[in-house]
């Protein structure tokens, strides 16, 4: 027979839990009510009702994917503090969410007693989420990026709910408009070398990462 505490449990609640449980143990444990003041806030930012991709299921799926690389990062607090704070300034009608989103980190994650090198360190990974370069000399930022792009090599259904996502977060632009703008981002991956930077990533994701590419801008065709 099953208990009613066990029915009553609710499976938002407990990934939520989770990820407090990860984000807290980031910090001291003399910060852990600042921490989870401060996780309060990143829930909240990334569960408006206009992020369809970039929420909290996004943040899981970053760090699965870096947990899978967790022995090839230097400084897993950094990438890991970057992976919570790179979106949480996201509004797509601005230019400077990713400047706006590495003030935001630099201004909550100092009051929470993060040395100083490990903040620039999160900032410099926050910033250079904008164009998708790596930072010279910092395979951290390698795995990072390689991260926040994952879901373009995933399946192919679930690559196509990604794109539906990203245009539900577009709804203001246009059909016409978006399609050409969209098509402009995905044939700028298809024009680089390599999508992906990391020589295990690439050869997991690289190839299907430009097929469904590829199939998003012969739909939006």
Same mark, same amino acid.
């Given at each position: 027979?099953?208990?009613?505490?066990?029915?009553?449990?609710?499976?938002?609640?407990?990934?939520?839990?989770?990820?407090?449980?990860?984000?807290? %143990?980031?910090?001291?444990?003399?910060?852990?009510?600042?921490?989870?003041?401060?996780?309060?806030?990143?829930?909240?930012?990334?569960?408006?009702?206009?992020?369809?991709?970039?929420?909290?299921?996004?943040?899981?799926?970053?760090?699965?994917?870096?947990?899978?690389?967790?022995?090839?990062?230097?400084? $897993?607090?950094? $990438?890991?503090?970057?992976?919570?704070?790179?979106?949480?300034?996201?509004?797509?009608?601005?230019?400077?969410?990713?400047?706006?989103?590495?003030?935001?980190?630099?201004?909550? $994650?100092?009051?929470? %007693?993060?040395?100083?090198?490990?903040?620039?360190?999160?900032?410099?990974?926050?910033?250079?989420?904008?164009?998708?370069?790596?930072?010279?000399?910092?395979?951290?930022?390698?795995?990072?990026?390689?991260?926040?792009?994952?879901?373009?090599?995933?399946?192919?259904?679930?690559? %196509?709910?990604?794109?539906?996502?990203?245009?539900?977060?577009?709804?203001?632009?246009?059909?016409?408009?978006?399609?050409? %703008?969209?098509?402009?981002?995905?044939?700028?991956?298809?024009?680089?070398?390599?999508?992906?930077?990391?020589?295990?990533?690439?050869?997991?994701?690289?190839?299907?990462?430009?097929?469904?590419?590829?199939?998003?801008?012969?739909?939006?065709?």
């Amino acid at each position: 027979m099953t208990h009613s505490s066990e029915v009553s449990i609710n499976p938002e609640n407990k990934r939520i839990e989770a990820l407090q449980e990860n984000f807290c %143990g980031i910090f001291n444990e003399n910060k852990r009510t600042e921490a989870e003041e401060l996780f309060e806030t990143v829930v909240r930012e990334h569960q408006a009702d206009s992020r369809k991709y970039h929420n909290l299921e996004h943040i899981e799926k970053m760090l699965d994917f870096l947990k899978t690389h967790e022995q090839e990062i230097k400084d $897993v607090v950094g $990438v890991k503090l970057a992976t919570y704070f790179h979106d949480i300034v996201y509004d797509p009608k601005a230019k400077d969410n990713e400047e706006k989103s590495a003030e935001y980190a630099q201004d909550y $994650v100092t009051r929470l %007693g993060i040395p100083k090198d490990i903040i620039s360190h999160v900032l410099a990974l926050i910033r250079a989420t904008e164009k998708h370069k790596i930072i010279n000399d910092d395979s951290d930022s390698a795995i990072f990026l390689d991260g926040d792009l994952a879901i373009l090599g995933s399946s192919e259904e679930e690559y %196509g709910e990604y794109a539906k996502k990203i245009r539900e977060e577009y709804l203001w632009v246009p059909d016409e408009q978006y399609r050409i %703008g969209r098509k402009k981002v995905l044939q700028g991956f298809l024009d680089r070398p390599k999508i992906y930077f990391t020589q295990r990533v690439i050869e997991e994701l690289e190839q299907q990462a430009r097929r469904n590419i590829k199939k998003e801008i012969t739909d939006l065709s």
